[in-house]
């Protein structure tokens, strides 16, 4: 069984700051590509960033230039830099990760934290 246990959510005034961590832990080979997504209320779960084991990262549109996605593959944990915090970011954020568990490749999620921008 593979975990992704989130933490770093919190209450922020717009224009601040916040990192979200993200760590793997159970029974797997290895951990490929880690990702942040958030949902807000009433609307679909949309990608942040990902970040594939080798450090390729890829971003939507909305964060280019104010969130920073990174890992640490010896600790399973991927981070979300979140600067320039505005109000339109407010939402759950979960994590997600694709674990090689023997031959599969498995998708796990994370419970979600959440993140709220005051203006």
């Known amino acids: 069984q593979v975990q992704l246990v989130e933490s770093g959510g919190g209450l922020v005034q717009t224009g601040g700051s916040l990192r979200l961590s993200c760590a793997a832990s159970?029974?797997?080979?290895?951990?490929?590509?880690m990702g942040w997504y958030r949902q807000a209320p009433g609307n679909q779960r949309d990608l942040v960033a990902f970040?594939?084991?080798?450090?390729?990262?890829n971003y939507a549109d909305s964060v280019k230039g104010r969130f920073t996605i990174s890992r640490d593959n010896a600790k399973n944990t991927v981070y979300l830099q979140m600067n320039s915090l505005k109000p339109d970011d407010t939402a759950v954020y979960y994590c997600?990760?694709?674990?090689?568990?023997?031959?599969?490749?498995?998708?796990?999620w994370g419970q979600g934290t959440l993140v709220t921008v005051s203006s």
């Open positions: 159970g029974t797997f080979f290895s951990i490929n590509t």
């Open positions: 970040i594939t084991r080798g450090g390729t990262t």
């Open positions: 997600n990760a694709e674990a090689v568990v023997g031959i599969r490749n498995l998708e796990v």
